[in-house]
């Protein structure tokens, strides 16, 4: 499989809300969501993005409080954390003020319940008017939308999207070492619409087709494949059971 970053819609529309972001004036709120459901590519292109824009990428983590987060951006901004979460706070707004810098906190999820975290994030925002993006799951709208203060002030939410045919086709030829017919490409994109389950079958089509020496995968041969996957999951579903109620 080739390691290749490829730019799906989703990947598109988050360019475009960075951009946005950007160019707002001072003083205009610069903060933002993109969520969506697992596998469709949020934390690959956040950290994609993040290098492209040398942005801060934050991944949130289950319990993470006020002061960890705080813990987390200083040492991103390259400063050794003081002792007292005052100073903590201090030293990102210091360092952010001096050189800013666009930070992305990903798997917000985890911190959405935590109104303390949050309002320390949309300090953070106010006092240094650097662009904040949000980055969680479907939940996590719902979640912010508990604190106004914050959801009015997202200028932007953008939601990761199922792939279209086109962004099955893209990833498909992009990655995929062997031709797949198009028949067989659109009954990927009738089965699929994770990265991830896409990512295993192309690992699997490139396999069948070296042992094989196939050259083009045509829906035949794919719909062999699918049936295989299928019966590996049906006994490793099964192997799980017998363990469970062994
Ligand atoms: N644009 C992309 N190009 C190539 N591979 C990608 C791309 N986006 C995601 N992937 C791969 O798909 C898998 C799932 O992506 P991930 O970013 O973890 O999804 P999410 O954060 O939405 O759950 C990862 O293995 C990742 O490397
Ligand atoms: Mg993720």
């Given at each position: 499989?080739?390691?290749?970053?490829?730019?799906?819609?989703?990947?598109k529309?988050?360019?475009?809300?960075?951009?946005?972001?950007q160019?707002?004036p001072?003083?205009?709120?610069?903060?933002?969501?993109?969520?969506?459901?697992?596998?469709?590519?949020?934390?690959?292109?956040?950290?994609?993005?993040?290098?492209?824009?040398?942005?801060?990428?934050?991944?949130?983590?289950?319990?993470?409080?006020?002061?960890?987060?705080?813990?987390?951006?200083?040492?991103?901004?390259?400063?050794?954390?003081?002792?007292?979460?005052?100073?903590?706070?201090?030293?990102?707004?210091?360092?952010?003020?001096?050189r800013?810098?666009?930070?992305?906190?990903?798997?917000?999820?985890?911190?959405?319940?935590?109104?303390?975290?949050?309002?320390?994030?949309?300090?953070?925002?106010?006092?240094?008017?650097?662009?904040?993006?949000?980055?969680g799951?479907?939940?996590?709208?719902?979640?912010?939308?508990?604190?106004?203060?914050?959801?009015?002030?997202?200028?932007?939410?953008?939601?990761?999207?199922?792939?279209?045919?086109?962004?099955?086709?893209?990833?498909?030829?992009?990655?995929?070492?062997?031709?797949?017919?198009?028949?067989?490409?659109?009954?990927?994109?009738?089965?699929?619409?994770?990265?991830?389950?896409?990512?295993?079958?192309?690992?699997?089509?490139?396999?069948?087709?070296?042992?094989?020496?196939?050259?083009?995968?045509?829906?035949?041969?794919?719909?062999?494949i699918?049936?295989?996957?299928?019966r590996?999951?049906?006994?490793?579903?099964?192997?799980?059971?017998?363990?469970?109620?062994?």
């Amino acid at each position: 499989m080739r390691k290749v970053f490829v730019k799906t819609q989703n990947v598109k529309s988050f360019i475009t809300l960075i951009n946005n972001l950007q160019n707002k004036p001072d003083g205009v709120s610069k903060m933002a969501l993109v969520y969506g459901e697992p596998g469709l590519g949020k934390s690959r292109t956040a950290l994609w993005l993040a290098a492209q824009n040398d942005a801060i990428y934050i991944r949130s983590a289950n319990l993470m409080t006020g002061r960890w987060f705080l813990e987390e951006l200083v040492e991103e901004l390259d400063e050794i954390p003081r002792y007292w979460t005052s100073d903590l706070f201090k030293q990102c707004i210091n360092k952010l003020t001096e050189r800013p810098q666009m930070i992305i906190i990903d798997e917000v999820d985890y911190l959405a319940s935590d109104q303390k975290t949050i309002e320390t994030i949309r300090d953070i925002h106010d006092k240094t008017n650097v662009p904040i993006i949000f980055v969680g799951m479907t939940l996590a709208q719902k979640k912010l939308q508990r604190y106004r203060h914050l959801y009015d002030r997202l200028s932007d939410i953008t939601q990761f999207k199922p792939f279209s045919k086109n962004d099955v086709s893209e990833i498909i030829t992009q990655l995929c070492e062997v031709e797949l017919t198009e028949p067989a490409i659109n009954l990927i994109h009738n089965q699929s619409n994770r990265f991830r389950q896409i990512v295993r079958l192309i690992t699997k089509i490139e396999a069948v087709a070296a042992t094989n020496n196939i050259e083009k995968i045509d829906e035949q041969i794919l719909q062999e494949i699918l049936k295989d996957e299928k019966r590996k999951n049906i006994e490793n579903i099964k192997r799980v059971r017998n363990i469970l109620t062994r």
